[in-house]
């Protein structure tokens, strides 16, 4: 009996630690209007800026991965992931489409 309520506690604090961090996401992101409101983390440094494309420095960015919590995030905004093609990622929500361009400490955002 000791070793099922165990279970429960343990099962209940996971369950309950992914609920917060999935509800509290949101505070370590932006939106960018012009890119469809497209998140970008609150940390990263705007680096370029073009019409069509910002680029970013983000210390999270290792180049070869979208990190768990920014797909959290993009997931949670209502972007589906449709390609991967080595360091690009490509997003869709409804019509629009984003690039996300990794490299190491480093984002861009393409229209």
Same mark, same amino acid.
């Given at each position: 009996?000791?070793?099922i309520?165990a279970?429960?506690? %343990?099962?209940?604090?996971?369950?309950?630690t #992914? !609920?917060?961090?999935?509800?509290? &996401? @949101?505070?370590d992101y !932006?939106?960018?209007h012009?890119?469809?409101?497209?998140?970008?983390?609150?940390?990263?440094t +705007?680096?370029?800026?073009? %019409?069509?494309?910002?680029g970013?420095?983000?210390?999270?960015s290792?180049?070869?991965?979208?990190? +768990? #919590?920014?797909?959290?995030?993009?997931?949670?905004?209502?972007?589906?992931? &449709?390609?991967m093609?080595?360091?690009?990622?490509?997003?869709k929500?409804? @019509?629009? &489409?984003?690039?996300?361009?990794l490299?190491?400490?480093?984002?861009?955002v393409l229209?």
């Amino acid at each position: 009996m000791k070793r099922i309520l165990a279970w429960i506690v %343990a099962l209940a604090l996971l369950i309950g630690t #992914g !609920v917060y961090y999935y509800v509290n &996401v @949101d505070k370590d992101y !932006v939106y960018l209007h012009e890119f469809y409101d497209f998140p970008i983390p609150k940390e990263a440094t +705007l680096e370029s800026e073009s %019409a069509n494309g910002n680029g970013f420095t983000w210390g999270k960015s290792t180049g070869t991965e979208v990190p +768990l #919590g920014y797909r959290i995030m993009i997931k949670k905004s209502g972007w589906k992931q &449709v390609k991967m093609d080595g360091h690009n990622v490509i997003y869709k929500k409804d @019509d629009k &489409v984003i690039n996300l361009s990794l490299a190491n400490k480093y984002i861009g955002v393409l229209k």
